[in-house]
């Protein structure tokens, strides 16, 4: 009996877990997209994520090769999208770092590139 109440909690541990697992807003998408390459700068890095997120606790910059930002300034949240303008850039490599809280008061950060250029 007892050997049947384990294997009977196990699924329930495992669907908790993953369930804490999958709580954390992470990164869905992005425009430019992650390590994309496009031929024109754009005006603005759009984010989406996989949870509401909380606007006065999240950032995003974007910098420039040589570490100089090139993002105007406060990100603009919505739900589960964040988007930060861009100064007029040129051509090169781009480094978008963001960090947010997502409703569930849990915080999440990374960062990609993205290419500008032919």
Do not use: C
Not at 17 to 45: F, I, Q, W, Y
Not at 60 to 80: F, I, L, M, P
Request: positive net charge; glycine residues 10%; charged residues 15%.
């Amino acid at each position: 009996m007892r050997i049947s109440s384990v294997f009977g909690v196990i699924p329930l541990l495992l669907l908790l877990a993953v369930g804490e697992a999958s709580a954390h807003a992470m990164l869905d998408h992005a425009e430019p997209r992650v390590g994309n390459k496009v031929a024109t700068a754009p005006r603005e890095v759009t984010l989406w994520f996989t949870q509401k997120l909380e606007p006065a606790f999240s950032t995003v910059t974007v910098t420039n090769a040589a570490g100089e930002r090139v993002d105007t300034g406060k990100a603009r949240v919505s739900g589960t999208q964040m988007a930060v303008s861009l100064r007029p850039v040129g051509g090169g490599t781009y480094h978008v770092n963001w960090r947010v809280l997502s409703v569930d008061t849990h915080t999440t950060n990374g960062n990609f590139t993205f290419q500008v250029g032919q």
